[in-house]
């Protein structure tokens, strides 16, 4: 069963735009929500991470806004650059229970 | 220095087969996963061992095996290998289970 929902499927931005992902989740034991980024042709990668017990966490152009009574999470990428063209998958962690999502593909056009 | 890495790469084999897939990791982590990720990217969780024991075992055929020799290896078994098994399989690690998990490069494997 999906118990993390992440849209869009597939998102096209502009450079310097920002791209936004969102994800919401079911299961309210999850208490790690991190974002992985996988270029074709290889493994996915950590990107950045949040706990729930902050609403925002920015690592350079990445940035994690979370809700927790909404049970959503979203990726935003600012100023996005033609290199961060690759799949971001979110996921939602919480003891022995780790969940996906179905990851969306973003472009970014020069 | 690879961290995670897996081997083979790509395999490519025969309905009916058995293969398998070795991974191992240099991180020093006490929890080692094995995903499949298939042709519409969708990244599930198969298994996942802590310090040699199971302990994440999904909804998984058990034609798939997995064996962990020691905390730095984690290595799985398909038995009867069928054309849905076509996919590529992540095998990744972890200090904690489930969190900040570092993943291989991956093994596409092709069943024909």
């Known amino acids: 069963q999906q118990q993390v929902k992440q849209s869009p499927q597939s998102l096209i931005v502009q450079k310097g735009g920002i791209s936004i992902i969102n994800c919401a989740y079911e299961?309210?034991?999850?208490?790690?929500f991190p974002w992985y980024q996988q270029f074709p042709g290889k493994g996915p990668a950590l990107l950045i991470a949040i706990r729930p017990d902050v609403s925002e966490k920015k690592e350079g152009r990445f940035t994690i806004s979370f809700n927790k009574s909404a049970k959503q999470f979203s990726l935003h990428i600012m100023d996005s650059q033609p290199g961060d063209s690759a799949t971001y998958f979110c996921a939602a962690s919480g003891g022995n229970d780790m969940r996906f999502g179905a990851g969306t593909r973003l472009t970014v056009k020069p | 220095d690879t961290a995670v890495s897996q081997t083979p790469k790509y395999l490519v084999t025969q309905m009916g087969n058995d293969k398998s897939i070795k991974c191992e990791q240099n991180l020093g982590h006490d929890t080692m996963y094995w995903y499949k990720q298939d042709s519409k990217k969708f990244l599930k969780i198969m298994f996942s061992?802590?310090?040699?024991?199971?302990?994440i075992n999904e909804t998984v055929p058990n034609r798939f095996s997995p064996k962990s020799p020691d905390k730095a290896h984690l290595n799985l078994h398909i038995n009867s290998l069928e054309l849905g098994d076509s996919a590529v399989y992540f095998c990744?690690?972890?200090?904690?289970?489930?969190?900040?998990?570092?993943f291989g490069p991956g093994t596409r494997l092709t069943v024909t």
């Open positions: 990744a690690s972890s200090r904690v289970t489930g969190y900040e998990q570092y």
């Open positions: 299961n309210t034991a999850f208490d790690y």
């Open positions: 061992y802590n310090n040699k024991e199971l302990i």
